[in-house]
């Protein structure tokens, strides 16, 4: 009989009650609806656990006026303005053009009022769609213009607006420009989220020395790739314990391209593996990261990627 310590490890993980066969998902708004990747030579979406489909708001939206989008070093500045067909229209004809035999698909929800959001999990609620991640970095119009995720009070009130209209897992995603948050953490996980996204973009802008003007039309947008890795290392090393509390699996993100950056989060407490950016530098990143996450297993004689997830041990003393 095989040795299990020798056998290839394993690499599915459980997500907030679903079954992924791998630890990598595609983020919102990085392969658009899903369809992008189909077209790509070599790519297999047996590769990934999960899609998460393009920022969705109730109505349709046309997004920011260009420039939207903006190389910067170590990364990438967009704002976008949520571009979608809205919420009924991605469940009608976007949805059973997808291929949900082959990986999971998640939406991404997004609103300008609790009530709002709630009404985009109930169109959700019945599709294909295995869970909905709330994206609470949107203007709040009725509460004067603040963002959701950096008012802990507020994202909560937007996941409970949002339980009762669906019974698939809600996935919050915190921002990073949060002053604390864990406890916006542990308020979203008390009124029902499933699961955590750990971390949105990072604010950020660009200017055009010539034109003495701000590269975006919007003037800000949301920076990320490489440069903001560290940052998100940290915020999921601060919302972990909250996580593990509650058994709450934690989607980490921020930069990551390549396996070490991936074993990195794993090692912090990610339960999956966030992909973003990256896939613009690399689309078929995915297979390489796999195989360097089951090297890493196999050397240091684990069985699955799940053992790996939390083992952030205390720094050395001298």
Known sequence: MTDALT???DLSVNFAGL????????????VGFGQEYTRVEGWNNRDIGAVILKGTTLEPRMGNAPHRVYETPSGMLNAIGLQNPGARYVVDEILPQLPHHETHFWANANGTSPEEYAEIARIFDDSPVSAIEINISCPNVKEGG????????????VVAAMRPMTSKPLITKLSPN?????????????????GLSVINTLVGMAVDIERRQPVLANISGGLSGPAIKPVALWKIHQTRAI???????????????????????????????GLGTGLFYDPL??????????????????????ELVGTLAAPATH
């Open 146 to 157: 603040v963002h959701f995720g950096n008012n802990p009070c507020m994202a909560a009130r």
């Open 285 to 306: 990143m995915c297979r390489s990261l796999l195989d360097g996450i089951r090297n890493y297993l196999g050397k240091h004689n684990m069985r699955s990627y799940s």
């Open 7 to 9: 056998s290839t490890p």
């Open 19 to 30: 079954t992924l066969q791998t630890p990598l998902v595609l983020l919102s708004g990085c």
């Open 243 to 273: 996580a593990a509390k509650h058994n709450i699996p934690i989607l980490g993100q921020g930069g990551i391209c390549n396996a070490d950056d991936a074993l990195e989060f794993a090692i912090v407490g990610s339960d999956a593996i």
């Open 178 to 194: 949060n002053a604390d948050i864990a406890e916006t953490a542990r308020l979203v996980i008390e009124a029902g989220s499933d």
